[in-house]
């Protein structure tokens, strides 16, 4: 079946503007997460939805992130006012559930200018 | 707090050569431990998962054991391929409760020459 999808692959933006990523999790899946990977880092946890709410989003680095997941599938990560130092892969994950095996997605590069 | 040390790389080895990458790590309670792979150009994949002490997780001829007196969890192969040329990342979580994040080391290079 179809796996984590994530879009756009890349994004190149301006310092100050505003973006959104957006995550199609693995169909079935409850859980879904948001994960970001500097340059020569591991990932790093953002923020966990179980179904339509955060339950988690203690990554979250600034009020300038935000993600929702209305209807308790796509999730979208909004990121206001970018910051040169926002600049780097961001991974999003789904399971079927809480403690469950997480998959990865290809990720969005995105680099500020 | 919770945390992954992972050795650093890059590891380079010739083919058919045995690998050992080392992982430890530090938590509270009973994480599961993971290894994930990053293929050039690729997504993170799955590799092999333990969820318990002693558990030993094994795929594609990879192999780690959940060691809880060492607070081990280190990926060896006994043959590598050009093939597994990745970069590794060694992970724990989740670990009961509420919160899910998986925690990751800083992954290490593999590179496997012919």
């Known amino acids: 079946g179809a796996g984590v999808s994530q879009t756009p692959s890349n994004k190149v933006t301006e310092k100050g503007k505003y973006v959104e990523l957006r995550c199609d999790p693995i169909?079935?899946?409850?859980?879904l997460y948001w994960y970001r990977q500097s340059l020569g880092q591991g990932p790093e946890f953002l923020i966990y939805?179980?179904?339509?709410?955060?339950?988690?989003d203690s990554g979250l680095p600034n009020d300038r992130f935000f993600a929702v997941r209305p209807e308790g599938s796509v999730s979208t990560l909004k990121i206001q006012r970018t910051e040169r130092g926002d600049s780097a892969v961001y991974l999003c994950?789904?399971?079927?559930?809480?403690?469950?095996?997480?998959?990865f997605g290809p990720g969005t590069r995105l680099l500020v200018l | 707090g919770n945390s992954v040390t992972q050795m650093e790389g890059p590891v380079t080895l010739s083919e058919e050569a045995f690998l050992t990458i080392n992982c430890t790590y530090t938590?509270?309670?009973?994480?599961?431990l993971f290894w994930y792979v990053q293929y050039p150009g690729e997504g993170l994949q799955l590799l092999l998962k333990?969820?318990?002490?002693?558990d030993k997780g094994s795929n594609k001829g990879f192999e780690a054991t959940y060691r809880k007196e060492t607070t081990s969890f280190h990926l060896e192969k006994g043959s590598v391929q050009v093939s597994d040329s990745a970069v590794y990342f060694c992970?724990?979580?989740?670990?009961?409760?509420?919160?899910?994040?998986?925690?990751f080391g800083t992954g290490t290079l593999l590179a496997v020459q012919p």
């Open positions: 994950a789904s399971s079927f559930g809480n403690q469950e095996t997480q998959y």
């Open positions: 169909s079935g899946h409850t859980a």
């Open positions: 939805f179980q179904g339509t709410g955060a339950a988690d």
């Open positions: 938590a509270t309670g009973y994480p599961s």
């Open positions: 333990a969820t318990k002490a002693d």
């Open positions: 992970a724990l979580g989740p670990y009961g409760g509420a919160t899910n994040k998986l925690i």
